[in-house]
């Protein structure tokens, strides 16, 4: 059995930033990825960042993608395997996975989860209809692969990827009929909303889907108002025609392997919901176990790259690395983080992590 | 047509045109694309029907994760068409019912 210092699973922002710091201090390190590529999500992201210019901020998602994925591949002591799917993690250091149709087991002194999260699905009649897409697999289909969802787009969700990716559809030269937001209030950040509201698109508050209409694929949406306590109000009811209803209603941790390994769960709306509590080295109630990155809690790409970094160097100093440098590094990183979170943008997440941290 | 021409960010890098056959149509596709952009761009939405009611499903997550859009590809049923590559002369058909593992393996 092949043996590590570190694992990490998932190449996102989160896991190729740990795989770098980890990888830095010169520990072996094997990086997974289920996918045929490292990046994660950020391949599709072509808005620019925000944060400072530490985070990258004024960068496009998916050449940040590509600067990390070089580093990666430029340390020798990082190994990066691809569409391997971890399957099984054990208190004795042994990590079971599936690569090519075999099943297999490695051992690592420490494993950093960055497996990321999933789309949120919505409850109404018709959202099982070829049409109703997550806005990441809309984002994938248009800004990966050059295909467009479809022609009349109605999004549902007013929080920063619905902003985003109607901004993006247009870009690709789609309509975007409406984008409904159930709140009474715009979730994303303004200077958004303001891009997508310049091009005429209709932001509409308080409102939701009650259905999706079609009979093969989607031709349509019933929307309607809601009031303050969230009911639909009667004889608000109108139809939209669109073909792509789109669905940005959030992300949740992809937690499979944390639940398989035992770690202790906490159930905190604020980070999308079920997480592993952790301390402040990002190290979970196992003590071979760290997470980073979105399956800690949804947040941004940025907060994930510092969330994977300082994870990584934890990760290093828990097994002996020492130095002023990385003590250095640590603070830097925990800054970095405090700096992301804060204001009234942050609130939310600092809220939800005062629940997950031990 | 589905395939973006234009774009003000993006170029788009796309492999070789190859053909394949969805359902006895010859269709074609770029290689290296998932199978189902390939499907979406040639007007495909529809990938399979539900195993118990057999109500149309297309894709919805395009990572891999949400097993929506599951298709027999050169006969192996339960591919995960968003994220398994296009290549030159697959035979994609929309599967029947939950599939079957092979015998030989």
């Known amino acids: 059995m092949r043996m590590f210092d570190v694992c990490i699973i998932g190449g996102g922002p989160a896991g190729l930033k740990a795989a770098i710091a980890a990888g830095s201090q010169g520990l072996s390190v094997v990086l997974m990825d289920d996918a045929d590529h490292l990046g994660g999500q950020l391949v599709k992201q072509t808005h620019m960042f925000f944060g400072s210019e530490q985070q990258r901020a004024g960068a496009r998602g998916v050449n940040i993608a590509k600067e990390l994925v070089e580093q990666v591949t430029s340390l020798v002591n990082v190994e990066v395997v691809l569409c391997t799917t971890a399957l099984g993690l054990y208190d004795d250091l042994v990590l079971t996975y599936e690569t090519e149709g075999s099943y297999r087991k490695l051992s690592a002194k420490k494993f950093i989860v960055a497996t990321g999260a999933s789309e949120r699905m919505l409850t109404f009649p018709g959202n099982d209809l070829p049409g109703v897409y997550g806005a990441g697999a809309v984002q994938t289909l248009m800004n990966v692969y050059g295909v467009k969802p479809g022609n009349r787009v109605l999004m549902v969700g007013a929080g920063n990827i619905g902003l985003i990716v109607s901004y993006q559809l247009l870009q690709a030269g789609v309509e975007v009929i409406a984008i409904v937001e159930g709140g009474p209030s715009i979730g994303g950040y303004l200077v958004h909303a303001s891009k997508v509201r310049r091009a005429g698109v209709p932001i509409l508050t308080s409102h939701t889907i009650k259905e999706a209409v079609g009979v093969n694929c989607v031709e349509g949406a019933i929307v309607c108002e809601l009031d303050s306590q969230w009911q639909p109000k009667s004889g608000t009811e109108q139809r939209i025609d669109a073909d792509v209803i789109c669905l940005a209603v959030g992300l949740s941790p992809l937690t499979d392997i944390l639940w398989q390994a035992e770690c202790e769960m906490v159930f905190v709306p604020e980070l999308g919901g079920n997480v592993a509590y952790r301390d402040s080295t990002m190290c979970t109630s196992k003590p071979h176990i760290y997470v980073a990155g979105d399956v800690a809690g949804v947040e941004e790409a940025s907060s994930a790259m510092v969330e994977g970094e300082l994870a990584g160097l934890c990760a290093a100093k828990s097994l002996g690395v020492s130095g002023a440098h990385l003590t250095l590094q640590i603070t830097s990183a925990r800054s970095q983080l405090e700096e992301l979170r804060s204001g009234p943008v942050g609130d939310k997440i600092r809220a939800g992590l005062l629940q997950a941290h031990r | ?105």
């Open chain 2, 1 to 105: 047509m589905l395939r973006i021409s234009e774009h003000p960010i993006l170029t788009f890098k796309h492999g070789q045109q190859v053909a394949f056959r969805y359902d006895g149509q010859e269709l074609v596709g770029y290689e290296g694309e998932t199978i189902a952009a390939a499907l979406h761009a040639a007007g495909v939405k529809v990938l399979r029907k539900s195993t118990v009611l057999h109500r149309p499903r297309g894709f919805f997550c395009a990572i891999g994760t949400c097993s929506s859009c599951l298709m027999k590809v050169n006969g192996e049923p339960n591919v995960r068409v968003c994220v398994e590559k296009l290549k030159a002369g697959m035979v994609i058909e929309t599967q029947q019912g939950k599939g079957d593992l092979r015998e030989d393996v």
